[in-house]
């Protein structure tokens, strides 16, 4: 029970680091939207809604700052406990070509169904899930919004929760308890019912892959294809689909077969990947690790002493 608690703890502190950066970030974008206030001499608008809406215009800013101060906070903590970057980010595990050529296409499909999903909820269900999404739907997709949604913030979440969190949870607790809880914790840090409802199981899955594949690279390709497919319906028309409903058939026909097929790839069938030079030792079955074979330093349980911590 100690042991779940210091492991829950640390992995807290990960969660706890991510959304200080992020406040911090907002609070100075705040200020700066008073000082455009001021400096621009607006009379037609009191300085709260100019606030607000300075904050809409710049959120693909602010989400981009976000990402990279708390990838580089995250790499300081971990060189500072002298830890490798790559071991502890889970980035070092080798994986098939055909894993991370599937990746991409799966997050498109995936989010594709999911929108149709979403779009077949109750009202109020949909209008909560609007009011959730509006900030980011309010930006124009532009280069800085790209670079934000769609590269920069997927990698940070796989390094925070499919990365660090994950693999921290679990040199505490069994497996499955580590990628429940940290698909929990990837849930509730999005707004809205229904956004914590499906990043829920998106991360489940996510974490599910990463187990699979032992490297995160699948996670990171397969999060950037996710949030790429939102970024190319923000680009089309507003009603495009609507204008052409036996092209939004087919897609979705389409999106059903390549998640089936590609799904049976990434999340079931993984081929062994052949260890280089002598085979890998095999580790012992314990209470919360399964025997399998030691791919890397970032699948094996580790104690404190070991890694310098988490």
Known sequence: MSRSLSA????????????????????VFAVLGAISYFVSGVTSTDILTYILQYGVETVSVNLLLSAVIALAAFAVIVRVRRNSIRTRFSLVAPVERASLAAAVPFGLAANLLVGFIIGLLPAPLLESYGDASAVLTATAPDTVY???????????EEVLFRGLVQSTLK????????VLLQAVFFGLIHTGLVWIIYAFILGLA?????????????????????????FLLMILPYDFFDARPLLYVLVLMVSTVLCI?????????????????????????????????????????????????N
């Open 206 to 230: 996510l974490g599910i892959l990463r187990e699979n594949q032992r490297s995160l690279w699948p996670c990171v390709l397969l999060h950037c294809g996710f949030n790429l497919a939102s």
């Open 8 to 27: 829950l703890g640390r992995a807290a502190l990960y969660i706890l680091l991510y959304i200080a950066v992020q406040l911090l970030v907002s609070v």
């Open 146 to 156: 790209f670079l934000a949604t769609v590269l920069f913030a997927p990698f940070l």
């Open 171 to 178: 040199r505490g607790m069994k497996l499955e308890f580590a």
């Open 261 to 309: 097929l590609l799904g049976y790839g990434l999340f079931i069938h993984t081929p062994a990947i052949p260890a280089a030079g002598p085979a890998a030792p095999t580790m012992p079955e314990t209470a919360n690790f399964p025997a399998r074979e030691a791919s890397t330093e970032a699948d094996m349980p580790q104690t404190d002493n070991q890694n310098g911590g």
